[in-house]
């Protein structure tokens, strides 16, 4: 099979344009770089020394490696106007399963999924983004690349990546929107929200070391009932709030028995 | 009033040892350290020069302030204790009100609570915790003091304190919970829990420079349906974890009108 020399991107969103710039300084070819805006797909192109095209029709099949890099509910349709089915082709998307390729006519294909948020103007490292992978023969030279990108590769199958992107939901998605109501209640109150951040940050630097049901503090944990009929009280003026209190309060005092 | 130069500790735990050892630090002399331990009192005098004490009617009345680090549902207890009623005396805590002194018979006192976990073995770098303070009419002498601590110095009246507090609950023990419930997930579908840490830390870091709400992402802000109901479905047997998703999901939707 031999090794990926040289790789050409559909797609020109935030994920292709970290991950081309990556692998183009890490030596790899970028020959082309797909957008239906031409505009797009030229911003790109300079940038990691490849080809702009806006038809797909156009793409070549001399790439060792495509790598699809467009929204969850662009991938089918992409992959159906893709003419030449035997290329080696692998998508980015942590929720849509591998049997993607099989359905729309193709027989070498795989996952290449980094597992961070990525922001259009914010540089990343990719050493510390973890990169999952499954494939559905050549996994090997998946791998390969992502290691040279990445210190953090997993090898994931897609029903575990199913998994993992509900657990983000909880981890990331779900974490987040608690900060927000944390810095809602602060507004409302006067309080500056800053104040926080240190702590938050804290919060989430404490589970790379431990198990987070180990670190687990505050009054439910403790079983403090006056701290939190108190704080039930304090939010009887906005029950969504006041509901997410007491139904995660429940759960932390049930995980504990 | 004149400024601090004398502090006596009265508590000996996580608090009052990094907090003792940041004062000493900086040149204040610990005078004396209670605990009705007298091995706990003389394991931190040890560390900060101070005299140990494990009898409260022997705490000096020379100090130019006192700092009561001990638990929460010990404070009122304590500060019944203490005979002499004329010393300038704060306490740590972030739940408990200022109005215990006057209640307990003192008239120069104040909040002194430095707005972080705190663990026995890990050391911690003052400039970054953010000390809340509060005071009957001394509040220059605690900010002054606070100051040669933290970069992160604020007046927090009590009442905002306890609104502090009950956002930190979000902010901090819940979301904490977020990542057990993830943990969790991952552990039952075999998947390394390793992999969401980045992106849990990237998660936590975003909110330093964006309101949680402008960098809010996943199914729920996107309003995919198509995924809330795979989530929902997957879910299925753990009702806990899906009335966690389906509450949070509801008040993310809800947020985005």
């Given at each position: ?12 969103g935030n994920?292709?344009t970290h991950?081309?710039q ?21 911003e790109l192109?300079?940038k ?69 948020t990525f922001s259009k103007n914010k540089s990343v ?133």
């Open positions: 099979l031999g090794s990926i020399k040289s790789i050409s991107f559909i797609g020109s994920v292709a991950l081309s990556a692998l183009h300084n890490q030596g790899f070819i970028i020959e082309q770089v797909f957008s239906r805006n031409i505009d797009h797909a030229l192109a300079e990691v020394d490849a080809l702009a095209v806006d038809n797909i029709a156009n793409i070549n099949s001399s790439s060792d490696l495509y790598i699809l890099a467009v929204k969850d509910d662009a991938i089918e349709s992409t992959l159906r106007l893709i003419n030449d089915k035997n290329i080696f082709i692998v998508h980015t998307s942590g929720s849509i399963g591998i049997d993607i390729f099989k359905e729309t006519g193709f027989s070498d294909y795989g996952i290449f999924y980094p597992l961070q490292d990719f050493l510390e983004i973890p990169i999952c992978v499954e494939a559905s023969y050549e996994e090997k030279l998946l791998i390969d690349i992502a290691n040279q990108l990445s210190n953090l590769v997993y090898q994931v199958s897609s029903e575990q990546r199913k998994k993992l992107h509900l657990a983000a939901v909880f981890a990331c998605n779900f974490s987040n929107y608690m900060y927000h109501v944390a810095e809602d209640i602060c507004l409302q109150n006067d309080v500056n929200f800053n104040i926080l951040k240190p702590l938050i940050k804290e919060t989430a630097q404490k589970i790379s070391l431990n198990h987070p049901h180990e670190v687990q503090t505050g009054p439910a944990v403790r079983g403090d009932q006056k701290i939190i009929e108190s704080h039930l009280d304090q939010l009887s003026e906005n029950k969504n709030y006041q509901g997410i209190y007491r139904l995660i309060t429940d759960n932390i005092l049930k995980a504990k028995k």
